[in-house]
């Protein structure tokens, strides 16, 4: 169980990153609300995730819904829409600790890349919620290693950005239900256009060796 028990809600945990997020923090003890669009679909992938046998409640409500009753909200929605659906949400999300994995990337027959924008999307957000305690996170571990088996995903590192020094020390702890350690603290919110981008590497590495690549920091044992 960890040492404190968090609320969290996934918008967009319907899809395969929110899944497997939702699932590593509920196999791990923190209680999940799936959120969709549709109520309906968040609670089917609620259930898939509870079937999965884990010590976390986990339900599943609309996003809305979902954010206004978590005390930590995950962003885990495609680029392409997020800053209507943020804003959307604006009122549900202020003042929670809010974490974007949200990476703007494109692609073309040369493969994927990074979009060239003015913000990074964790900086989008901050941007719409002003009072929300914003950071970046879990932008390089894949869906499919998420829904894998593995107890944790050992080998990789989360590095995690933000201008809240609390917030993202939070986030460094829910980190550890994933790699079983705590996250790498990457430096401030802006250096989300650094990582949000980093993933079109990662995508390239895994379809040239044929493999899941992820991030693993060297220099921060023993943190
Ligand atoms: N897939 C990966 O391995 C991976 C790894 C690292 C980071 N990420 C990042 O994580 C985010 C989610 O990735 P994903 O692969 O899970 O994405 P996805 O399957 O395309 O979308 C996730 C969910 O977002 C909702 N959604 C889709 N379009 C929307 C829109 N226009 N407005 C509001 N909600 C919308 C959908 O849920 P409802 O229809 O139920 O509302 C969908 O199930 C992306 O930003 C991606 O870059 C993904």
Not at 104 to 124: C, K, T, W
Not at 133 to 157: I, K, Q, Y
Request: hydrophobic content about 45%.
């Amino acid at each position: 169980m960890p040492q404190i028990a968090h609320t969290i809600a996934v918008v967009g945990g319907t899809g395969p990153q929110g899944r497997g997020l939702a699932y590593r923090f509920a196999r791990h003890g923190h209680d999940v609300v799936v959120g969709s669009r549709s109520a309906e679909r968040a609670a089917e992938t609620a259930a898939e995730i509870r079937d999965r046998g884990i010590t976390g409640q986990v339900s599943g409500a609309a996003n809305a819904d979902a954010a206004a009753g978590a005390d930590v909200v995950v962003l885990a929605v495609p680029y392409e829409g997020h800053d209507e659906l943020v804003a959307s949400l604006a009122d549900a999300l202020a003042e929670k600790v809010l974490i974007s994995c949200v990476n703007p990337l494109g692609f073309d027959q040369h493969g994927p890349y990074g979009l060239d924008v003015s913000e990074s999307a964790a900086e989008s957000a901050a941007r719409l919620v002003p009072t929300a305690r914003v950071t970046g996170a879990f932008h390089h571990v894949s869906a499919v290693t998420l829904w894998g088996p593995e107890e944790f995903l050992s080998h990789e590192d989360v590095l995690v950005v933000g201008d809240d020094t609390e917030a993202v020390d939070l986030v460094c702890d829910l980190a550890a239900t994933v790699t079983g350690r705590p996250g790498v603290k990457g430096g401030r919110l802006r250096l989300a256009r650094q990582l949000e981008p980093l993933t079109a590497v990662l995508i390239s590495i895994n379809k040239a060796y044929k493999t899941r690549s992820g991030v693993a920091i060297s220099g921060v044992e023993g943190r």
